[in-house]
């Protein structure tokens, strides 16, 4: 028996689930007309914009990580947040060069002022295309598991993190690529295949001339949870001003275009973080010739909701077929939801000492 020796490989796009909604609805996929098509994408946006509502679709958690501003109390999560899922407050370690290690910039500047830990010096390259590059000494390889850079520009930069066993042959460690930056705003990234090395740098590429207050390589980070204040808690408090080295709660306003989290006590470190576990919508639509970003397991959930929702759009469908596609549609769903989830142990610690005081 031949078997096709591939799994996931086949591309659903976006017209082909319009035009399987079509024929569930007993039309032509060729009787469309543009306008028509129009009105079945839109619907599709609406139906997975609908299932943030649902609740937690696993494929769409995010993690960010934010690098804590002196006495800035209010952080802003990217577009199509939903919910924060939990709210870590990060300190890590940073190794610096023993007696045979150094800091060096490949195109002028003061490479020591991006690792004095002051936020007030910066290096600043005279020509594009550098790099920033920290040798940690002789029988001193250092893993890095996080990298910070802080910069003192605002625009356009093309970044890429580098290792070396022997200072001269360099090899990625982590392509931003083309990012926009914001002068005194951290961007922070964790690396997921570290190296335990001696050489790291930070070269620009693209034409970037690299202008830097704080470039940070640290490890042994150590996270702790920071608690959830609702509305009222948050707008209660007497302070909401009260600096101090670590914030320990939190309140997620859930706002638009973007919502934003509010920390107490407001934290007076620029070298610490917070990491942010956050569901988010799923991705847009797209053009029609674009695929969705769903798993495989809810291909037929949605392909059953779209000709639902098509169904009663398009004229001429019967009532029938209708009540029947959204029998249908409900059906998936409820498999589709059935399976979401990460099946994980479930521990119960009852606490009662509020009763036995």
Not at 127 to 140: A, E, L, M, R, Y
Not at 151 to 173: A, C, F, Q, R, V
Not at 223 to 251: G, H, V
Request: charged share 20%; with cysteine.
């Amino acid at each position: 028996m031949a078997y096709s020796d591939t799994i996931g490989q086949t591309v659903i796009k976006v017209q082909q689930l319009i035009d399987h909604g079509a024929r569930r609805c007993g039309k032509l996929a060729e009787e469309l007309t543009s306008e028509q098509l129009v009105s079945a994408r839109e619907s599709l946006f609406f139906l997975l914009s609908n299932l943030a509502n649902r609740g937690i679709q696993y494929w769409a958690i995010n993690k960010k990580i934010f690098g804590m501003q002196a006495d800035k109390m209010t952080y802003t999560l990217p577009k199509g947040s939903v919910e924060v899922l939990n709210a870590l407050y990060r300190r890590m370690n940073r190794p610096t060069p023993n007696s045979t290690g150094g800091y060096a910039s490949s195109a002028g500047g003061i490479a020591a002022n991006a690792f004095d830990s002051n936020i007030q010096t910066a290096c600043t390259q005279v020509s594009p295309n550098g790099n920033i590059s920290v040798d940690f000494g002789t029988d001193n390889e250092v893993y890095v598991g996080s990298i910070g850079y802080l910069p003192n520009t605002t625009g356009l930069l093309s970044l890429i993190y580098e290792y070396s066993l022997d200072g001269t042959t360099w090899n990625t460690l982590l392509d931003l690529g083309e990012i926009t930056v914001t002068n005194g705003v951290w961007i922070w990234n964790d690396i997921n295949a570290g190296q335990t090395v001696q050489y790291y740098r930070a070269r620009a590429y693209n034409g970037t001339t690299l202008n830097v207050d704080e470039l940070y390589f640290g490890n042994n980070s150590t996270e702790i949870t920071m608690a959830r204040l609702n509305r009222d808690d948050y707008t209660n408090l007497p302070n909401k001003n009260f600096t101090a080295n670590q914030p320990f709660q939190f309140w997620f306003d859930r706002t638009i275009p973007e919502p934003t989290i509010y920390l107490w006590p407001v934290p007076s470190d620029p070298f610490v973080q917070m990491t942010v576990w956050y569901s988010r919508q799923i991705m847009d639509v797209g053009a029609l010739t674009d695929e969705l970003e769903i798993p495989q397991r809810w291909y037929e959930a949605v392909q059953m909701m779209l000709a639902h929702r098509m169904s009663l759009e398009l004229p001429g469908v019967d009532v029938a077929r209708v009540q029947y596609l959204e029998k249908m549609a409900d059906k998936f769903l409820y498999d589709a939801e059935q399976e979401e989830r990460d099946k994980s142990p479930i521990y119960f610690a009852p606490n009662i000492s509020v009763y036995t005081r």
